[in-house]
């Protein structure tokens, strides 16, 4: 069988192909399923299309073979554009950081079972895999049986894979929630895994902090990321609900240094220091858990803290350059710290004012703690009284949250400048472990397992 035709006949992720067609009430169309009226791959139509995506020779072979999720996989990279999914560690934290995010928080229905969640991360895993590969979800978006709903809702059909990046992370909650152990977890969360303590000012909204679980959907493409999340909430549907989502534009933080530096929404360049996403030697030092630090199901993984922060946009216009400047210690045109010429000048941290968000920030002022910064911005129309519901969507990944964004956001919170023109109003706090490191693996063995 060649393997246009054993794509048609792929049993789609999760679902019993029998089962679908017996419980779905939808009329049948004229065209009778796998009759060729599917659409190509994502990957085939800009492969064929030879839209500005470059393909070797391999990367076109794997252009016709590699199109649903249950076909084999090209080889990691073989095609342009891809993020390896597959890895010692997850992808999305050290890779270079995409143009935009999807993240979503989740919470665990109250009907579902510890089966029903391992049933559905195994899911997941397959459909991450193959939307980070550029390939449609099961039986795709229009190729399944007439009669059921597609595995694969469709929008992103004729897209690259965009360096999709799909990362999970498990919350405070999933190992006790209310003093309940409802999945028999409780002994396997990690001491580092804290709920995080209020800051000084705080005004954190419940219902945009916390969650279960998280993903985080990052991709050069909007739809691409968006299709991402809306899938894998399709696939969870009665063992997850959406508690609360964020999308962002305009990374805010750059892990490529060589890249130029993005900048926020404050107009100031944003990750001019920053942990590479290449520098092996502080990604070991102050992102990835070591072996023997916590349970074994996180070594390889890496904490990530994530905080909506609300920016005063309006008052922060009204600023005089002069004092913008001062509350972050760098110019704002060329991004030098101040006393210093170049952006990547090295900073005297003494010619900046003591109160100034970089002074106070820098490891030097912090017995060399660093955080790998990973955020977006945000802007979530106005609020009502005409104000721009806008800001910075903070996602920050270590090694170890109480060493590393606790007492840092302990020191900003009580002195930094930035304050009086921003306000962090969601929170949450996950568990990232270590990669998938091959097909047939899945989210979360080591921690069922
Ligand atoms: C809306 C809120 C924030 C804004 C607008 C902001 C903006 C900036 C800017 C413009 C820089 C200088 C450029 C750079 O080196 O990246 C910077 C640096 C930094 N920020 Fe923030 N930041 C915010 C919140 C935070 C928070 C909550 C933390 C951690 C708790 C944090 C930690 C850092 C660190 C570690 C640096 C690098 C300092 C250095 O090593 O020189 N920032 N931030």
Known sequence: MDAENEQQTGTPAGTDASTTAASTTAAATDAPAGSGRGPLSRRAVIGWAGAGVALGAAGVGSVAAATRQDDPAPAPAAVGGDIPFYGEHQSGIATPVQDRLHFASFDISANATRESLVKMLKEWTKAAAAMTGGREIGTGAASGLPEAPPDDTGEALGLPASRLTLTIGFGPTLFEKDGVDRFGLKAKRPEALI????????NLDPARSGGDLCIQACADDPQVAVHAIRNLARIGMGTVNIRWSQLGFGKTSSTTPDAQ????????????????????????????VAPGEGPEWMTGGSYLVARRIRMHIETWDRTPLKEQEDI?????????????????????????PEDSHVRLAHPDSNNGLMILRRGFSFTDGTDGLGRLDAGLFFLAYQ????????????????????NEYIQHVGSAHFACPAGVRKPGEWWGQALFG
């Open 328 to 352: 972050f210690g760098r110019t704002k045109g060329e991004g030098a710290p101040y006393g210093k010429q170049k952006e990547h000048d090295a900073p005297d941290l003494k010619a900046m």
């Open 195 to 202: 709920d995080l303590p209020k800051f000084k000012g705080d």
């Open 399 to 418: 090694r170890d949250s109480r060493k590393a964004f606790v007492p840092l956001q302990q020191r900003l919170a009580g002195s930094d400048a930035l």
């Open 261 to 288: 530096t993005p900048r926020n929404m404050m107009g100031f360049k944003d990750g001019t220091h920053n942990i590479a996403g290449t520098d092996t030697a502080k990604l070991a030092e102050h992102v990835w």
